[in-house]
């Protein structure tokens, strides 16, 4: 199989079930931002950042493909016959305890911090905006997608944030309030 097909060259691109849309539909940008973010993981894992949480981003780079998969099949087809395609309650309850774990062994924050620190710290504060902004995209969708959906993107932001503190705080580079 090549890895260009030309069925792009006008401007338009196939959703799952077959559907065309042009590139600049927005279920399309949505997706390009999960992808955008999960290749931000990528970089974090790629920066010397501690073994456990190479292991989380791994973890949700898997997750952000099921994600994008489900904004690519509006019509529900994919997830319910591949279920390393859907994201359930269940994932985001795993983001919560991931959360919760990361956060005892970090300090209380008493101020807002600047974004930085360690070279994987640093990409996962990028990666947080970038989930920032596909959340926007993702509920300016209409049809509107899955409630957990949201949900999930929802916690991933606040879970970067913490793994960036971690990141930072396990390479000793200590956080710069504002």
């Not at 949480?53 to 780079?61: G, H, I, K, S």
């Not at 904004?71 to 359930?88: E, M, N, W, Y």
């Not at 309650?89 to 919560?96: N, P, T, Y």
């Amino acid at each position: 199989m090549k890895l260009y097909t030309r069925t792009g060259d006008a401007g338009d691109t196939s959703l799952f079930g077959g559907t065309r849309v042009r590139k600049d539909d927005p279920r399309v940008d949505a997706y390009g931002e999960v992808d955008e973010l999960n290749a931000w993981l990528g970089l974090a894992r790629a920066s010397s950042i501690d073994p456990e949480l190479a292991t989380e981003l791994q973890r949700l780079q898997r997750d952000l493909f099921a994600l994008g998969a489900q904004l690519a099949d509006p019509a529900d087809k994919i997830a319910a016959r591949v279920t390393k395609a859907a994201l359930v309650d269940d994932d985001v309850a795993r983001l919560e305890r991931l959360i919760d774990k990361m956060e005892d062994e970090l300090p209380p924050l008493r101020r807002f911090i600047l974004a930085g620190g360690a070279p994987a710290g640093a990409a996962l504060h990028v990666a947080r905006t970038v989930c920032r902004r596909a959340e926007r995209r993702i509920v300016a969708l209409d049809p509107s997608v899955d409630a957990v959906l949201l949900r999930y993107v929802n916690r991933l932001s606040d879970l970067l944030f913490v793994l960036a503190r971690v990141a930072n705080h396990r390479a000793g580079v200590p956080e710069i309030e504002w």
